[in-house]
């Protein structure tokens, strides 16, 4: 097949040299190559900025991450303190009436 891009390069160089660039229809077709330029470059330049942005989201989550990993290793020490408080609680309950008992017996 042939290249797009050379075959209207040609057209255009063809078009201004022949002096046809002046007709609204040669006009016409400047600027739509003018913004699909501009289109392409905007194109690049926001899929760049969109990357940049998509790895200053990943270190966030991972600093995120990072934190939530401690408030977990924090929540599960307190669960056990508090699981043994209870426990120890629990049996102080269950012992003080029994030691009353064994020793009255």
Do not use: C
């Not at 050379?6 to 229809?25: H, I, R, T, Y």
């Not at 330049?45 to 270190?59: A, F, V």
């Not at 989550?61 to 977990?72: N, S």
Request: cysteine-free.
């Amino acid at each position: 097949m042939f290249d797009g891009k050379f075959f209207f390069e040609q057209w255009l160089m063809n078009l201004v040299g022949d002096g046809k660039a002046n007709s609204p229809q040669g006009i016409m077709v400047l600027v739509l190559k003018a913004q699909t330029n501009h289109f392409a470059l905007s194109n690049i330049e926001l899929r760049e900025e969109i990357q940049s942005l998509r790895g200053d989201m990943d270190n966030h989550f991972e600093q995120v991450d990072k934190r939530f990993e401690t408030l977990t290793t924090r929540i599960d020490r307190l669960m056990i303190w508090s699981f043994a408080t209870t426990l120890s609680a629990a049996g102080g309950i269950v012992i003080w009436p029994l030691s009353f008992y064994l020793n009255g017996v």
